[in-house]
T-cell receptor, first 113, second 115 residues
């Protein structure tokens, strides 16, 4: 079945540091890939998405590129801020296009000033 | 901006009791979902709902669970006889379309604690 594996947290970075959160997936067909973010006390919000190979999703300075050859969708940001502290979830919707989201375990990011 | 809302934010119940978790999806959305996250574990799909019926459910969604859209706005998840292992954060979500790539909008979650 479909699955998502993301790096274990927590990740603690200083402000303006470079962020990478690794995400790899297993899926049949051509899944759509997502990063969701959960700020403290809030629900899951879509951060970015990519629907086909080599697509790059980007939002709020975050980027992730859909790499079919390595089945990866790593999240990156060049310079993190304290306000980026949250839990980040990698997720996919399977290749059939009408299956539920499959999530990774989530990675907690703490950014300190 | 329209959003998915959930009530209550935190529910504490005794084992064996029935609980109903409530959600108000975004008004023009047609597809509704429940997910749950046991502390420290993955967010897991429970059930999807469209046109007043379940369209897909996971192995977790056994006979103790049911969903209902009792009126034009609410979408509820009922757990008939709660178990300790039902303690989790329950997320409701809605989307305009089931097509892959279309965003599912999530509510803030209800934390269920079963004692």
């Amino acid at each position: 079945g479909n699955s998502v594996t993301q790096m274990e947290g927590p990740v603690t970075l200083s402000e303006e540091a470079f962020l990478t959160i690794n995400c790899t997936y297993t899926a049949t067909g051509y899944p759509s890939l997502f990063w969701y973010v959960q700020y403290p006390g809030e629900g899951l919000q879509l951060l970015l998405k990519a629907t086909k190979a080599d697509d790059k999703g980007s939002n709020k300075g975050f980027e992730a590129t859909y790499r079919k050859e390595t089945t990866s969708f790593h999240l990156e940001k060049g310079s993190v801020q304290v306000s980026d502290s949250a839990v980040y979830f990698c997720a996919l919707i399977g290749g059939t296009g009408n299956t539920p989201l499959v999530f990774g375990k989530g990675t907690r990011l703490s950014v300190i000033a | 901006e329209p959003e998915v809302t959930q009530t209550p934010s935190h529910q504490v119940t005794q084992m064996g009791q029935e609980v109903i978790l409530r959600c108000v999806p975004i008004s023009n959305h047609l597809y509704f979902y429940w997910y749950r996250q046991i502390l420290g574990q993955k967010v897991e799909f429970l059930v999807s709902f469209y046109n007043n019926e379940i369209s897909e459910k996971s192995e977790i969604f056994d006979d103790q669970f049911s969903v209902e859209r009792p009126d034009g706005s609410n979408f509820t998840l009922k757990i008939r006889s709660t178990k300790l292992e039902d303690s989790a954060m329950y997320f409701c979500a809605s989307s305009e379309d089931l097509t892959g790539g279309v965003e599912q909008f999530f509510g803030p979650g209800t934390r269920l604690t079963v004692l």
